[in-house]
């Protein structure tokens, strides 16, 4: 999809048996992950208790050049971060992972996800004293493991007590001077998997994808609830907040995630092939080729195209990675955003009945011009399905859906006034009850809430207020008199 | 296909009829050539006769920053390179457009192909006091142009009278003080293709998907042997170098153009699909499902599955775009370099007989390497179908393929050797004959000479060296006594 | 003197009446205020509240671009910080202004100086559960105010009660919501001036150069142990911790301070004159020139000629500055570091019986190699005459002052034999004495614990330790159980 | 002089008996070089044969990187270049060294100076076809020689034979594949120098200054019209242009050279003390101190305060050396141009008959501007002492001198106007007689041009129009029909 929802961030984490190149495996496997998050990333490197540390603002390969990567030097453990934010919040002091010094010394951490509760912790821990530099959750799940640790004898020990009073999405991967950790939310929102190397190497990850470019073997995905310790070559397992089956976000099936992860045993790829068979089922329609927008509804429309019979096709070429660097295209007078990043191929569509596939529509604008490209190519028909259900509701728990009134789910009252609006022949959506079909056999359940505001644990109280209101606001300031 | 043929050039011009941000406009449509050299760039801008010029190495988004295109400032005129470059050629003297000054003033001009007999006329105007800044054959043709200059009357004329001395292949946009010209060799090795835009600029390009870009609409190829002079907002022929059809790299439709490209009147993903189902015809084979080497193998795939019945798959994820400042792959312990290109997509292969297909195979190393990483995620058999047949013999005509010694085609003296040696379980090459199937309907031939060693123009003398041993080399010396 | 002791900050607050370019402003005086630390830098902007930040490692004119400048934005208060730190302690997070968020919202704050009991304060905040993001002292006085401010009714109490706890040297800006407030520790080690500008802005400088190149008028200095409070057009006093007159560091005279600075009354560029004229009275000689090592020994040196009667000369010429970016000199086998910085000028001293003046010796190296340039260029004789007594004794307070066993006049037991060691015919330095000298006129005393071992606050109670030994270092772990 | 009068170049060349880092030894010549021209710079280093080169706008250390120093390699011979140009010419295709192949293979080529007849040079090449990159008198020079080459037998024989038809002012040095040589104009307008090391290294210099940094020895400079072959270890001379003793600029002396170089036998340093002593005897003053305007009037200053008696005094501070991203200070409400560049001691003028020392006024404006901060700082009275006659006449041979109407010697009509718009008790300057003073012992005469209008030789025919605009501009067109 070439819109407007983002996953906040992806997490990594490597223990090596020896001193190595830690940083440079790193870099890969967050070059791998780095469609979870493309505004700002970060490296800590442990070398024997001696933390060494580098975040910025841009691109994997951006901010990590030869000269830097060496400069964070060789460890044996290091953590790393890729992070999507709300333009207004990216700054450098929001960018991950933290490096912090406590009472017990040095700690990394990154966070994928989004605390319902960061506010009154935040203020819990300012009425003791605290000084925030920026202004993430990560920061606030920072002190409180560091207040856990106060009074408990290990950091382990400290990472469950702080369990106790986080709420909402967090998969976490942290380092202590010795120690490897990852946690995951009792729900289990964001995903988290372990991964293991020839060589006794043991590795933490968002997804899978980051295990297979740095050749180690996916071992399980870590449980929610879970906490994992790794030390001296051995993982342990803290199962106190392991409640249930967990939810898992089913956005990172439809959208997020690459489609060549596994997350809780069900390979990407092949829940959003199911998706598009799914959708050729329960929106048949009469037409000459199946197309997909790339990336995100490529998978589906295989899917669509096999359980329907229509034959696949290449719509649209998609344009290489636009760096920071890239110039605004509304100042170029000759092409426009979309231009920009995709073009029709015209001998697949021209003069056919074309079924267009995408994951989801957000605002609509970006789709009504992609559907008026394909009309300029010579479409006769284009009729448009979507693998997944309409966003009704917010999301709060770590992407960034906009808020009702932009979205064109909730600004119309019909899939047919949608359909009028983005200039299609025919639009159906994948209805929730589908989604239960297309995660079959996952070690997990799902969470659907942005479709059925139905959200698995308790939202923050004014729930009218779109979730970035209800947090501290980036610059905000109190000291009026 | 990752491994190591390259187009060398792409060129781009514009005619505006009035003074815009034509720098802007340039740099979309190299954006969009970006595939046809990826090692330097350049942008000259023509503003009422005023040249304002910028080249350096690197990719289009690297090296023309917001600043540097508003430093390049307005024109009615512009014209674009980007190149490919042999590594020890790469310098900014060889970066292209070349701005030169010659007795009647401005002139800058970009090439895309390869002179054969560049060395002799480099010689001749050595003879004359001629001094070369760079080594490449543009500096050549500049000297061709600047010379014919001298005793015609116009530059349009200039380049008539060059086009008797310059043999080989050249497409080229020429810009002086008040023209856009573009001028085509008479056997057409190279593409060259005109557009227009609804508001009366025209627009010359290798390829039509730097017109879609900037919303400019096909209107022809430039004939071989043709010159198009664009002033005064009309365009002007001269055909006298006009010959016969032309005879076009095929090459261009087997691996180098965009698929979403019409050369000649055909579309290259229609060219390639067809060369996927000429290839079922010829190598069938069972097998589970059909997957394409991204991206260039992805279009046949898509021909060999709808001819052979077997269901095209997604095998593979290609990893987006990596610029000049990504590690070296060799320094990293934990990867390789076709790892951090592409990943398998397990779900797809495992358990399967997989058809892989891909356009060529070059040295066949890289190939080996994604064949076992098939097999490492759970292919049963792999059988590899190759859209071309095998190169065995050299291109003098501006690509990059490789000495004899390296290609496995001339190394191997059969095709099972060649199978066996990437490990696959059948492989299958298209023929020379099917070739004339792909682009049936073009308005022209094509050049098979790297598979026929059948070349349209005389190849320099010495046939047995290879072709950049008979250029003058970068940082030679003569003077020594 | 082109050694290597180092003063360590420089700060700057601007308070305007309405909106502006608060940013630029800050920018120029960091500018000028740059030989006070070259390491690393940043400024904090204050539009109605709102933060904008940034600091990073390198020069002012390198960090700040235009471009980043603008994204500073405009506002009506600023503070800024240029900043000297051991090598092993240089990074992002060590760099001012800290800008931080505490439970009344933002704070920023940048300190010159270095606190005694930094160590206790730390562990006193981490056995609370503070988390702290550097090594820096200011992170430790942020947390005082912070704490301070949960029982004081405003910014500027809290700051006053912080005082209470705060042992050591500091001058400090800080800015909250709405003020800019200047604080000087009770003994005025580190100086802080105040300014005005004819237009009603308030400016807080370590010195008063950089009070003039933006226009503004010197006022007074801040008094030792004043808290000077800049809110709605008018300056406020708390002066509480004002204690006596204070005792200022000599070596701000001597060496820190740039010579166009007037500090508590009196102008540096006299003071240095005066002791170059005391020492021409103490260590006489009979000689054709004085000359200067430029730039700190260049006032000294018309001192000594004005009081012996010799001619003064200019020796040296000094390169103009290296930046970040200037290769090591000992990668280029044909120049040497002392080479690079300064050139002697033959004709002054060729055939001469020459006096050499500088500020200090510190190890002495880089001495003797001038000494040796003077002698290749033809000097007959060289004698050395220094304008302050010899390094005994460390520094507490702010300073990077090597440790003993480096320290030549430490190292060695007589003048004689630094003399030898240096290869001067003679050699003086100025005495404790004289000192009271240099000064007279200003408005307190001076600290000179660094020649007589006296100081004026009680050092940490380790005295043998280096004092960068007595600190939190950098990346270390405790946390190993 | 804080102003606008500038030197175009600098030249430098190293031969080394065997392979070394020349390119780092270049670094720092050309480092020591770069008050020459602070525009842009170029380096070429010649392993060999093989030529590597890098030029680009900007300073000597910022465009040369470490990275950058290590990609141009080892070699046994360099040549460089530093350069000042009008705003308008400044850019690449401009900087040298030049790099060309020619019918003999490379050469390199550095130029200080300016052609007197380089339009007609350029014209007589470009009607025999050949082609011009940039607009440097830099590209002419290589075409005559490369020509002569083809009827030459060796590169220094053709250098000679160049030398007929090359009219004005040039030191240039030359890389071929085997030597390194040095030419200056039979006048010798600008210097260039020859050095040597003590393992047997060649150096040639535009000055001394840059031996110095680099620890070659000062042999001599190259004779008006001398030719200097360096190679095999051997240096030999061709003396076929030397004509006479020459006649140097002697604003080389007053300001353009670094005032610890040795210029033909005489101290720059001494010369401009002398100049100060004459204009003390020529336009006496009761004053209560003597100060000069850093850097160019110190030397002036010196000379002055010694001949008068009356005392020499610190009046300025001048801040560091500002690079190419500082901010424009047009952009800066709070400051101006001048105050950014330098800073008033009040307590040296306040109270006191000031005279102030400067080596020239070109507009008159930064003057201005400088006598009011002496004024606002409190000086009683300013007396301007200049140490060089008023420029009425234009330059033809290498410098910047601005055009008539700007120039404030030839817009007032006598000293007391000037001194009535600069705002100064009185004003003197030195007058042509005592020109001839300043250079006494000197190996060669001097070119007083724009004083008298008196040139060495003949100067371009349309003798009213400034020199600029006799020139091929950069970007003009003429291929207009």
Known sequence: MIGSIHEECG??????????????????????????????????????????????????????????????????????????????????????????????????LAHNGSLTNAAELRQKYELKGAIFHGTSDTEVIAYSITNARLTTPSIEKAVEKAMYELKGAYSCVLMSATKLIGMRDPVGIRPLCIGKTSDGAYVLASESCALDIINAKLVRDVRPGEIVVINDGKLTSITTHCKGSGKICIFEYIYFARSDSDIEGVSVHKARQKAGELLAKQHPVDADIVIGVPNSGLDAALGYSKASGIPYGFGFIKNSYIGRSFIQPSQCQRSDAVKIKINVIKSTVSGKRVVMIDDSIVRGTTCARIVNLLREAGAKEVHMRVSSPPFIYP????????????????RLDSVDSIAKEIGVDSLGYLNVDSLYKIMEGANCGFCDGCFSGNYPIEIPKNQAVNRFETKIHENESHERT
Chains 1, 2, 3, 4 share one sequence.
Not at 52 to 79: C, M, S, W
Not at 396 to 408: A, N, R
Request: aromatic share 8%; hydrophobic share 35%.
């Open 11 to 108: 997490v990594f984490g490597i223990w090596e048996p020896k001193t190595t190149d830690v940083a440079k495996t790193a870099y890969l496997a967050l070059y791998a992950l780095q469609h979870r998050g493309q505004q700002s990333c970060g490296i800590a490197v442990n070398d024997d208790g001696v933390f060494t540390h580098y975040r910025d603002i841009g691109l994997v390969p951006e901010i990590f050049t030869q000269e830097r990567l060496e400069k964070l030097g060789k460890g044996n453990i290091a953590i790393g971060h890729v992070q999507y934010s709300k333009k207004s919040l990216i700054n450098r002091a929001n960018a991950q992972p933290l490096h912090i010094r406590h009472i017990k010394g040095n700690m990394a």
């Open 395 to 410: 999301c709060y728990f770590g992407t960034d859906i906009d808020s009702k009134d932009k979205l064109i789910a909730c």
